[in-house]
């Protein structure tokens, strides 16, 4: 049985950006292991209107709806109001809830403040989630509303406390178990695959695979983009790891045979991370030398690894800067393949990279133009043999070195792969 969730976070530090919603992320891979398909993700603020609506619609449009925020004692916590006024269900006081309560604040040598009382108010027809650790218990609440059809539609509302640890332990000890043994869900889980790619566009890569990113196929692909990289996801729910497999196999093919090369790693790697593994598989060591605008790809390189790491990457040697009005003319193709092997020689490496990065032929300031340069890399491998390449490389402000640095990387990855 396919369902489909909505995770409500409450509160104005979240509206405000006062504070980062984290809880959203943890429910939502809580959810996914269970099969469940979070369809959407709302932040509320604390009006009492406002979540009245956002919970009306979540439970019109979604099977499963879970709230984090709002159940403390103050005036400005509404999730109890609000669910009562959204599904017409008077608030009632739950003795067993109050006396929780109460010996909590006992254990803590801590009168109750009188405010405390409201969090033992319950939706009439709703559940306890007990929150062992907190004076705020969750509420369970089953609800059966028109659909945007005008169809009747059940849903199940889980209200949970804001603070993470409270809330992780109450959706592992009572949401969790109540979806898998009332509902039936925990059969299937949501799997993924990753397969990251390097030097097209967004657009580039939708055009090669149109069929395969449509919303409604089984198993979805969707396409993002970090730090000039792009990332295929494969996404299916499946009993286990192998049944996914099975399930993505022909998906996967057509992805691997469309992209061919484009594709430098699959799963969580980082072409710094393919690069590192290549030269510990291969065992060779390796030197750069980066001369120009900006020294990136060290960097990169260098970011994470661990000092006592066999092998791999031996040494960095980077050049002072050329002056800003330097161009490509100062350091030619020729000029960094000297650079290169003398650094070769020199730290008595496998290979030697040397990379020349030019001042952007455009400001960083005009919003109008992105900045682009030429790239020169001269890569010198066994025997001495030296490869030499330019690209033409352009980008956002932000991304425009990052994406300079991965296409240096890129570059050494075929190299090493003898592609």
Request: charged share 20%.
């Amino acid at each position: 049985m396919s369902m489909k969730a909505e995770i409500i976070s409450v509160g104005d530090e979240l509206t405000s950006g006062q504070r980062l919603d984290t809880n959203s992320q943890i429910i939502s891979r809580r959810l996914g292991d269970l099969g469940i398909r979070v369809g959407h993700h709302t932040t509320v603020g604390d009006d009492l209107a406002d979540n009245v609506s956002a919970f009306r619609i979540a439970a019109s449009r979604c099977d499963i709806v879970i709230i984090s925020g709002g159940l403390g004692p103050t005036a400005d916590d509404l999730t109890r109001e609000a669910m009562a006024e959204a599904f017409g269900q008077p608030l009632e006081f739950r003795p067993e809830a109050m006396a929780h309560i109460e010996n909590l604040f006992k254990s803590r040598n801590r009168s109750m403040p009188e405010r405390n009382r409201v969090q033992a108010m319950f939706p009439q027809t709703s559940r306890i989630i007990p929150n062992p650790h907190g004076t705020a218990p969750g509420v369970d609440l089953e609800v059966l509303v028109k659909d945007p059809q005008n169809m009747d539609h059940p849903s199940r509302l889980f209200a949970l406390p804001g603070v993470p640890a409270e809330m992780i332990q109450m959706l592992s000890q009572t949401v969790e178990p109540r979806l898998i043994e009332e509902l039936g869900l925990g059969h299937q889980r949501c799997f993924f695959h990753s397969v990251k790619l390097f030097g097209l566009g967004e657009s580039d890569v939708e055009q090669v695979i149109p069929d395969l990113i449509s919303r409604d196929r089984i198993p979805r692909v969707g396409i993002t983009v970090s730090k000039a990289t792009i990332t295929l996801r494969i996404a299916a729910l499946a009993t286990c790891e192998d049944e996914f497999q099975s399930l993505i196999g022909p998906t996967l093919a057509q992805i691997r045979q469309a992209f061919g090369e484009v594709i430098f790693a699959e799963g969580d790697l980082e072409l710094q991370d393919v690069i590192h593994d290549l030269l510990d598989q291969k065992h060779l060591t390796l030197s750069i030398v980066e001369v120009g605008s900006g020294c990136w790809v060290g960097q990169m390189l260098s970011e994470g690894l661990e000092p006592s790491r066999p092998g791999g990457l031996k040494h960095l040697a980077w050049q002072p800067l050329l002056p800003a009005a330097a161009t490509a003319s100062d350091f030619n193709s020729q000029s960094l393949a000297e650079l290169a092997l003398q650094s070769k020689q020199l730290h008595m490496t496998d290979y030697a990279m040397a990379v020349g990065v030019y001042p952007p032929s455009s400001s960083f300031a005009r919003e109008s133009s992105l900045p682009s340069t030429e790239l020169q890399v001269a890569i010198v491998g066994p025997a001495n043999r030296a490869t030499l390449k330019t690209k033409s490389v352009s980008g956002h402000p932000e991304l425009f070195y990052q994406r300079l640095a991965k296409t240096a990387l890129d570059l050494l990855r075929k190299e090493l792969l003898g592609e």
